[in-house]
């Protein structure tokens, strides 16, 4: 299925073969592929221009695809992140998944599945690239500087809790479960015991709540809402 706009996608891959094929493939779906051979370039071209989707190699000459991963994140640079790699074992899954990765496929993969998964990603995250500014009561993010104010004032988020910021910006005046979070924001699409969810929402409400009124709301049984006024118990 094509996507109605052009993707940019930014591929850091050595083996020239499968950056060709996979050039190749992602054409046909109405995705630009822009690959570079080694960790530095892809370092700088990740952190010097804009892209929809990064799809990264663990092991690249010069750099960790790791090490370029963890540069972005620190760097507020939010756009989904594709590991395709050979490092198949759990730990490796796990520990690029922890350090901000949006999916994570190993080699060999088959291609139609690859696209699948770079299409769920582009859904997802694209629509945020067509918008620079959210706005939910005095709450702003500017989606290109990444920055956070209320009543002006700027507000200093890590960026798993600008992730979260952001998802209930989108979705302001919607219920929002603890299981919608753990799947859209933590990519946890299964059953799993863990108080990622209330650690990161108690910081982000503590942050948010310093420059004015509560936002984000318990609903009891239900899950979370933004809104600008207190509901009803």
Known sequence: MALTARARLLLVED????????????????????????????????????????ILDRMLPGMDGLEILTHMREHDIMTPVLFLTTMDGVSSRVRG???????????????????????????????????TMLCVSDVTIDLLTREVTRHGDKINLQPQEMKLLEYFMR?????????????DVWNMDFPVRTNIVETHLS????????????????????????KEADLDP
């Not at 592929?33 to 892809?42: L, Q």
């Not at 979705?171 to 799947?183: D, Q």
């Not at 910081?203 to 933004?226: A, F, N």
Request: hydrophobic share 40%.
């Open 15 to 54: 083996d020239c073969a499968t950056a060709a094929y996979l050039h190749e493939g992602l054409a046909e779906h109405d995705i630009d592929v822009f690959a570079v051979a080694n960790g530095p370039d892809g370092l700088r071209r990740a952190l010097s221009e804009r892209w929809s989707l990064v």
């Open 97 to 131: 998944l922890r350090h901000g990765a949006d999916d994570y496929m190993t080699k060999p993969f088959a291609l139609r599945e690859l696209v699948a998964r770079v299409q769920v990603l582009l859904r997802r995250f694209m629509p945020c690239q067509q918008v």
């Open 171 to 183: 979705n302001h005046g919607t219920i929002i479960s603890r299981r919608m979070l753990l799947k």
């Open 203 to 226: 910081r982000l409400r503590e942050k948010l709540g310093r420059h004015g009124q509560p936002l984000i709301h318990t609903i009891k049984g239900s899950g979370y809402v933004m």
